[in-house]
C-alpha cells in the first residue's frame, strides 16, 4: 500500500482493555490522517445471528458504539460485526483500508503471552500496513522520532517510504537504526569479533544509505538520524525505539524469501517493542 493511501482505518474490538486501546490509539490515527474509523468485531456464531435478525445487529452494534463513544467520538465512525474469524474479517476489511490497527492480545491471551493469534494473523497476511499496540505501547501516542528498522534490502523499500512520510507529518526526526549481530565463531577472540562488527557495519552502512537517499530527496524537511549498531537486532532496535512515537519494519528483509511472509526480526519487534508498531509488506 503506498504513503498516500485514503482508504478507512480498520481496528479490531472483541471487549478486551487490549483491544480498547487499540481503538483509542485508531481514532487517533483516523484523525489525524483524515481517514474514517471502522471498527469491527468478528466472531462466526453472532455474526451468524446478526445477519439474519437486524433487530440483533442494532443491539451489538450500538453495544459496541456505546462502550467506545467516549473514545470515536471526534472522528467518523462505523461499527460492523460479522460472521467470520477475526483474523479473516480484518485481513478482508484490509484489502480497502490505509491502515489496520490491533492490540497484540485479546480476551483469549494469557497476560504473560505477548502476542496473540488475532494479531500474528493480521500481520502474517494483511495487504495494507498493520499497526499492532504492543504490551509497552505508551496509552497515548508519544511525540518522539519514528525509528525504522533499517537494513537496506529493496523489499523494505515500503517500509522506508512509510516511516519517511509518517516523520515528515509528525514534523519529528527519523531515525534509522541498523542492527548487525556478530556470529560467535568457534576459537574466537573479542577483538576478532569486534574487528569483524566493524568490518560488516562498515559494509553495510553505505548500502543503508542508498536505500534511504532517495527517500530523503523526496522529504527534504525529514533529519534523518542513522544509527549504527552491533547486537541482537530486536534487542538493539527496541532499545533505540525508547521514547519513539512509532517504529517501522518492512515483513521481511535481507534473510526474508518472496514466500516468506514475516521475518524473524519483524516478529521478535512485536514482543519487545516499547512503542505502536507499523509493519510495511512489500509492495511487489
Known amino acids: 500500500m503506498s504513503e498516500t493511501a485514503i482508504g478507512p482505518v480498520v481496528c479490531g474490538y472483541d471487549g478486551s482493555q487490549d483491544s480498547r486501546r487499540a481503538v483509542a490509539w485508531a481514532a487517533a490515527w483516523a484523525r489525524d490522517h483524515d481517514a474514517p474509523l471502522e471498527v469491527i468485531s468478528a466472531d462466526r456464531a453472532v455474526g451468524r ?3 439474519f435478525d437486524e433487530t440483533a445487529r442494532t443491539n ?12 470515536t467520538s471526534d472522528v467518523p465512525t ?3 460485526v460479522i460472521a467470520d474469524s477475526p483474523v479473516g474479517a480484518l485481513v478482508e476489511a484490509g484489502r480497502d483500508a490505509s491502515a489496520i490497527i490491533v492490540g497484540s492480545r485479546g480476551l483469549t491471551a494469557r497476560e504473560d503471552f505477548a502476542m496473540g493469534s488475532t494479531s500474528a494473523g493480521v500481520v502474517e497476511h494483511a495487504t495494507c500496513p498493520v499497526i499492532v499496540i504492543t504490551p509497552r505501547t505508551p496509552e497515548s501516542p508519544a511525540v518522539g522520532p519514528v525509528v525504522l528498522a533499517a ?67 523526496r522529504h527534504p524537511d525529514v533529519t534523518v538520524e542513522l544509527i549504527l549498531v552491533v547486537g541482537e537486532p530486536s534487542v538493539t532496535i527496541s532499545d533505540e525505539a525508547a521514547g519513539a512515537s512509532l517504529l517501522v519494519t518492512g515483513s521481511r528483509g535481507h534473510g526474508g524469501f518472496a514466500g516468506l511472509l514475516l521475518g524473524s526480526v519483524s516478529r521478535r519487534l512485536l514482543q519487545t517493542a516499547p512503542c505502536a508498531v507499523a509493519v510495511i509488506r512489500p509492495t511487489d
Request: proline fraction near 4%; charged fraction near 25%; aromatic fraction near 4%.
Open 49 to 51: 445471528v446478526v445477519a
Open 60 to 71: 451489538v452494534e450500538g453495544a459496541m458504539r456505546e462502550q467506545l463513544t467516549g473514545l
Open 78 to 80: 462505523s461499527y460492523r
Open 151 to 217: 537494513d537496506g534490502s529493496a523489499a523494505s523499500d515500503a517500509a522506508v517510504a512509510f516511516a519517511f512520510a509518517e516523520a515528515e507529518r509528525r514534523s519529528t526526526t527519523l531515525r534509522a537504526v541498523h542492527s548487525v549481530e556478530v556470529p560467535r565463531l568457534p576459537g574466537a577472540s573479542l577483538f576478532d569479533l569486534d574487528q569483524l562488527a566493524e568490518s560488516v557495519l562498515a559494509e553495510d552502512e553505505k548500502e543503508v544509505l542508498d536505500a534511504l537517499a532517495p527517500h530523503e530527496a
